[in-house]
């Protein structure tokens, strides 16, 4: 299997050639760029006092737009360049591409830290499918804040993964000045650094308690409702021990914590001051940007991780599996079971049922997939969202199984961080679930390297359809602009 150098070999120029297309064929700012642009123009310029106020995200993403577009015009006097553009659109664009080829070894670093063992070539398909995801990979070609705020996210994490908080800690600053919800995440790695410093090996024995916690089977027979209550039973003094054992630790170790920990304290703090001060997260547009109640969020979010990687979760043989699973647990505890399937069943749609939202900004914008997917499966009858509650159900048990190996608390983090997030968030947007994407595929137990391959082919199929609707199918839109087909 390719090394790295070599899949950046492999890569970078292919990326390198998409974005001559998109400068060649798409040159205009497009979507959010007619805000993005003209706002680091101003910081080029010098005018760092003036603020669009229908941007809603803090200005990180500017300050290097601004620095990189400095450095083109410098270059192209320097060059005796006719006509010099301070801050072109191409050169803006250039920021996601420099950041886009940063993710790049991040992505090796992360699946080599978060397993160590995976193999030379579960390695490589892993940074492979990790680069080609199309949520990634497209807005690598536009000026958006996805791919910095992804680096810069993950950065976090993994700089905290190796206790390295300081590090961590001025990365989590980064990240939330390229947007506001990345303080869920700088949250979400002080805890798991909290986990990391308390229970060390909190994974690993939390998985043996869960093991031990399940009835024997004896004569191939099943115990029955009593085994199922036992089991019950069992788990939940299992749970209740791993949070009492957690706050022991944190109290016992507290100044330990707090000596080892602050930098990343510090940035969720300082985020909370800033909530409290500004009445809310966003900046300027807050009429459309107002926090919800969106429930069936997270359910969307999770038919969206295993549906990319459905070679891993929707082939024959891993359904086939999972059948099998059901089955057994089913014969070893019926009653239990059958009780958290209706409970799990009910509770999806409860969600579907008094959560689901709708934007005005998704009925009326059909440049967005989302619009497309929206109309045609999950809003096409009264009664197709709620035919999506098994896929639901599905999707979550499977993917907690692939990660239970790294204990019970690590998964309830990731899952509430994630509906954290989500939750508040009124519009569907498929690249709000980019963050809980990369970090469940990161963590999970690895899957095969031909369900991996297979991944990353899928992936850049996306990819290839994706670039071409955008360069080669635009359309005039209701207000007589061009319009293209994007994420």
């Known amino acids: 299997?390719?090394?790295?150098?070599?899949?950046?070999?492999?890569?970078?120029?292919?990326?390198?050639?998409?974005?001559?297309?998109?400068?060649?064929?798409?040159?205009?700012?497009?979507?959010?760029e007619p805000f993005h642009v003209p706002q680091t123009r101003r910081y080029c310029e010098g005018r760092w006092r003036e603020w669009d106020h229908k941007i809603t995200t803090f200005p990180g993403l500017y300050f290097f737009g601004a620095a990189v577009g400095r450095l083109e015009y410098a270059a192209q006097r320097l060059l005796?360049?006719?006509?010099?553009q301070l801050c072109s659109a191409t050169a803006l664009r250039s920021v996601n591409l420099l950041f886009g080829a940063a993710c790049l070894p991040l992505f090796h670093a992360a699946a080599a830290s978060?397993?160590?063992?995976?193999?030379?070539?579960?390695?490589?398909?892993m940074t492979a499918a990790c680069a080609l995801f199309p949520l990634h990979f497209f807005y690598q070609f536009l000026y958006y804040t996805d791919v910095p705020s992804l680096f810069f996210t993950l950065a976090t994490v993994l700089a905290a993964a190796r206790r390295r908080y300081c590090l961590a800690g001025a990365l989590g600053a980064a990240a939330v000045l390229m947007r506001q919800t990345n303080a869920v995440w700088v949250a979400y790695a002080l805890a798991s650094a909290v986990l990391d410093e308390c229970l060390p090996e909190g994974g690993k024995k939390q998985a043996e308690r869960q093991g031990a916690a399940k009835p024997r089977q004896r004569g191939g027979s099943s115990g029955g409702s009593n085994d199922s209550s036992t089991a019950v039973s069992a788990a939940l003094q299992a749970a209740a021990g791993d949070v009492q054992q957690l706050v022991r630790r944190a109290w016992v170790l507290k100044w330990h914590l707090a000596a080892q920990l602050w930098p990343l304290a510090a940035v969720v703090a300082a985020f909370a001051a800033f909530v409290v001060l500004n009445g809310g997260i966003v900046l300027g547009d807050k009429a459309h940007h107002a926090p919800v109640h969106h429930w069936a969020q997270p359910l969307y979010c999770l038919l969206f991780i295993t549906a990319w990687l459905a070679p891993a979760f929707w082939?024959?043989?891993a359904l086939a599996s999972a059948a099998g699973s059901l089955a057994r647990v089913l014969r070893c505890r019926p009653a239990a079971t059958a009780a958290g399937l209706v409970a799990g069943a009910a509770a999806a749609a409860a969600a579907v049922h008094c959560g689901t939202l709708v934007h005005p900004f998704l009925l009326a914008d059909n440049r967005h997939y989302v619009f497309y997917i929206w109309r045609r499966i999950v809003n096409r009858t009264l009664w197709s969202r709620y035919a999506l509650v098994p896929a639901y159900l599905y999707s979550a048990a499977a993917l907690a199984a692939r990660l239970a190996h790294h204990g019970w608390l690590r998964v309830v983090l990731l899952a509430g961080a994630s509906c954290v997030v989500l939750i508040p968030a009124h519009l569907i947007e498929f690249r709000y679930f980019t963050v809980p994407?990369?970090?469940?595929?990161?963590?999970?137990r690895t899957p095969s390297t031909s369900a991996l391959a297979a991944i990353a082919a899928l992936f850049a199929a996306a990819n290839a359809a994706t670039v071409y609707l955008f360069l080669t199918r635009p359309f005039a839109w209701a207000d007589g602009s061009t319009a293209r087909f994007i994420w």
């Not at 998409?18 to 060649?24: L, Q, R, T, Y």
């Not at 978060?114 to 398909?125: F, I, K």
């Not at 994407?437 to 999970?444: G, I, K, S, V």
């Open 1 to 32: 299997m390719p090394s790295l150098a070599q899949l950046a070999a492999l890569l970078l120029p292919v990326t390198a050639a998409v974005a001559a297309a998109f400068a060649a064929l798409a040159p205009e700012p497009y979507m959010d």
């Open 80 to 84: 005796g360049a006719a006509s010099p």
């Open 114 to 125: 978060l397993d160590g063992h995976r193999t030379p070539a579960q390695l490589a398909l």
């Open 315 to 317: 082939s024959p043989p």
């Open 437 to 444: 994407f990369y970090l469940t595929f990161l963590h999970m």
